[in-house]
């Protein structure tokens, strides 16, 4: 099974809600990161956790972590049309090769 | 300017063919990724390539290699293709434990379609 695993799997909201998505992983981590990927682009990084840390915020992205849960979530207040994507998280193992291990996403429609 | 880029954007071919994907970065990076992308989004890291050592996802088949001519380089060739090849293949490059942090930077991808 996945590392990552984002929950859930599709989410619609009017705009102006908050939208949350939650991450769940299986093993330690070195830190976790949430990515966004808009229809047909790349995925973009949103921002990043340290295992040490609990909370994070940038702008209306509101990022916690719960290592004993092995668990994170991603908040996104006061949602706009323009939020509408897939959101990734990532957990960073510190492994050989740098890789990062990525959930299967979570699909966000925010309706105008 | 693009940070990373990825070319073909769009890829259609015939099974048994061989083909590559190339992609090259501007941002100094010294590590490069392949990822496959399924139909149903999930994500799958494949190689792992730095100037010193290239980390190989073991459950990718040996159809794939990635060769890299320099540091901002990192192409991947795909032998014999099959249709369960078809994917969007994304390259992502990041400047390994920057300040502890391994953030990285990818490119539109390039959607692969074996007929």
Same mark, same amino acid.
């Given at each position: 099974?996945?590392?990552?695993?984002?929950?859930?799997?599709?989410?619609?909201?009017?705009?102006?809600? #908050?939208?949350?998505?939650?991450?769940?992983?299986? %093993?330690? $981590?070195? #830190? *976790?990161?949430?990515?966004?990927?808009?229809?047909?682009?790349?995925?973009?990084? *949103?921002?990043? =956790?340290?295992?040490?840390?609990?909370?994070?915020?940038?702008? +209306?992205? +509101?990022?916690? &972590?719960?290592?004993?849960?092995?668990?994170?979530?991603?908040?996104?207040?006061?949602?706009?049309?323009?939020? %509408?994507?897939?959101?990734?998280?990532?957990?960073? *193992?510190?492994?050989?090769?740098?890789? &990062?291990?990525?959930?299967?996403?979570?699909? &966000?429609?925010?309706?105008? | 300017?693009?940070?990373?880029?990825? %070319?073909? @954007? /769009?890829?259609?071919?015939?099974?048994? #063919?061989?083909?590559? =994907? @190339?992609?090259?970065?501007?941002?100094?990076?010294?590590?490069?990724?392949?990822?496959?992308?399924?139909?149903?989004?999930?994500? @799958? $890291?494949?190689?792992?390539?730095?100037?010193?050592?290239?980390? $190989?996802?073991?459950?990718?088949?040996?159809?794939?290699?990635?060769?890299?001519?320099? @540091?901002?380089?990192?192409?991947?060739?795909?032998?014999?293709?099959? *249709?369960?090849?078809?994917?969007?293949?994304?390259?992502?490059?990041?400047?390994? +434990?920057?300040?502890?942090?391994?953030?990285? /930077?990818?490119?539109?991808?390039?959607?692969?379609?074996? &007929?």
């Amino acid at each position: 099974s996945q590392q990552g695993e984002e929950d859930p799997q599709a989410l619609s909201i009017q705009e102006g809600e #908050n939208a949350t998505m939650n991450c769940s992983y299986k %093993t330690s $981590i070195n #830190n *976790l990161q949430w990515y966004r990927q808009n229809s047909g682009r790349g995925l973009v990084h *949103l921002i990043l =956790i340290r295992s040490n840390e609990r909370e994070k915020h940038s702008g +209306r992205l +509101r990022v916690t &972590l719960d290592t004993s849960k092995k668990s994170s979530s991603l908040l996104i207040t006061a949602s706009r049309a323009a939020d %509408t994507a897939s959101y990734f998280c990532a957990t960073d *193992l510190n492994n050989a090769g740098n890789m &990062l291990t990525f959930g299967g996403g979570t699909r &966000l429609m925010v309706k105008p | 300017d693009t940070a990373v880029s990825q %070319t073909p @954007k /769009y890829l259609v071919t015939q099974m048994g #063919n061989d083909k590559s =994907i @190339k992609c090259e970065q501007n941002l100094g990076h010294d590590t490069m990724y392949w990822y496959k992308q399924d139909s149903k989004k999930f994500l @799958k $890291i494949m190689f792992s390539y730095n100037n010193k050592e290239l980390i $190989i996802n073991e459950t990718v088949p040996n159809r794939f290699s990635p060769k890299s001519p320099d @540091k901002a380089h990192l192409n991947l060739h795909i032998n014999s293709l099959e *249709l369960g090849d078809s994917a969007v293949y994304f390259c992502a490059s990041s400047q390994v +434990r920057l300040a502890g942090q391994n953030i990285q /930077y990818f490119g539109a991808g390039t959607r692969l379609s074996v &007929l």
